[in-house]
């Protein structure tokens, strides 16, 4: 397994619970990574006996004597150093996309990638159809194979995400209903319309706290537009947090207004929990959440104003999503994934 980074966001979280669930199984794989990432980026692997190891020139040696069968990368930069591995030691390439993001490539790089990653890969794994549908569109009629496996989570794994933080404590909430999410500040995870909707809604919305974990490019936007609709002495600006499991497991419904999305893990953690979430209707977030979670257009702020305060005053509507979540993330397997995977393998690569 080769990945730009080692720690920091959804896809990194992905290839943990991927490389333990297939070493679980009996599997060998190794894990490089090319930057870091955030601190401490490897300490989530080596507590589960993982030792990853940076991309140098010592890893060219050590996949000459290992004689691998196969790599698999993962983000752009991981394709990248993947395409020129497998160049240089004849190993068969997969690679994993995991987001939308090949729409907002510089030119340069999509071109990179369909000159160099494209005519070197074996096959190509999608989180969604939706990616695939954007993978499809990126290989422009080669004959590469696309398979659509989703995200899958091992409970082991998620146990160890929940720090034990009394998040209602730490911010003096105690008794107070918390709305919030877990994005990262970017004009994609559709925060603004969030905003809107909250100030709207009026006084069915009064008693809720808003609580968001998260920063990135757009928190001083935010942070302004929340003065600008007199909501700041709501609103809990969290930033990056390593216990932000604690914090969405805490909250009394979870927002999730993405414009553009590629599946949609951190939701699919809130339905592990039971989590009440109010989404927006994407195609790849039917995917995930299918009949588990409320609906409303997206970049709608009237539409989610009223649909918060539909759920803002009927519990038993907020029950009932509870419920239907958790049922519905049972579908998100580590081993289901796994397995799907090792499939691909043997059908792109043979073995």
């Known amino acids: 397994m080769l990945t730009g980074y080692l720690w920091g966001g959804g896809a990194e979280w992905h290839l943990l619970n991927l ?26 692997w080596r507590l ?6 940076r991309l140098r020139w010592s890893l060219l040696a050590l996949l000459r004597r290992n004689r691998y069968d196969l790599i698999h990368a993962h983000l752009f930069k991981g394709e990248l150093a993947g395409a020129t591995l497998s160049r240089l030691w004849g190993i068969p390439l997969v690679i994993s996309r995991h987001s939308l993001d090949w729409l ?7 071109a990179t990638l369909s000159a160099f990653v494209h005519r070197r890969t074996r096959g190509m794994i999608a989180i969604s159809r939706a990616v695939a549908e954007v993978c499809n569109t990126a290989l422009a009629g080669r004959p590469v194979p696309v398979q659509v496996i989703p ?10 995400k929940l720090r034990g933080t009394n998040v209602r404590e730490q911010l003096g909430l105690q008794g107070r209903k918390l709305l919030g999410t877990a994005a990262r500040l970017s004009p994609d995870k559709g925060l603004s319309y969030l905003l809107e909707a909250c100030s709207l809604a009026g006084p069915e919305l009064a008693d809720w706290e808003i609580v968001i974990a998260g920063d990135g490019p757009e928190r001083a936007s935010l942070t302004a537009l929340a003065g600008k609709l007199n909501l700041s002495s709501r609103i809990h600006w969290l930033g990056w947090r390593e216990d932000v499991l604690d914090v969405v497991t805490a909250l ?12 949609g893990l951190a939701l699919l953690e809130a339905m592990i929990f039971g989590v009440p979430a109010i989404v927006s209707d994407l195609p790849s977030i039917r995917e995930t959440a299918d009949d588990a979670a409320f609906y409303t257009p997206p970049a709608n702020a009237p539409a989610l104003a009223q649909a918060l305060r539909q759920l803002a005053s009927d519990p038993p509507l907020r029950a009932h999503l509870s419920d239907r979540g958790r049922q519905q993330a ?12 090792l499939d691909f393998y043997r059908t792109t690569v043979g073995g």
């Open 19 to 44: 490389v333990w669930t297939l070493r679980q199984m009996g599997v060998p794989v190794d894990v490089a990574y090319i930057l870091p990432g955030a601190a401490h980026a490897e300490e989530p």
């Open 252 to 263: 009394d419904l979870f927002a999730f207004p993405s414009i553009r999305e590629g599946f």
């Open 48 to 53: 589960r006996g993982i030792v990853p190891i």
């Open 104 to 110: 907002n490539l510089p030119a340069w790089q999509r």
């Open 330 to 341: 049972q579908r998100f397997s580590a081993e289901t994934m796994a397995r799907q995977t």
């Open 151 to 160: 995200y899958g989570i091992a409970p082991e794994l998620l146990r160890d």
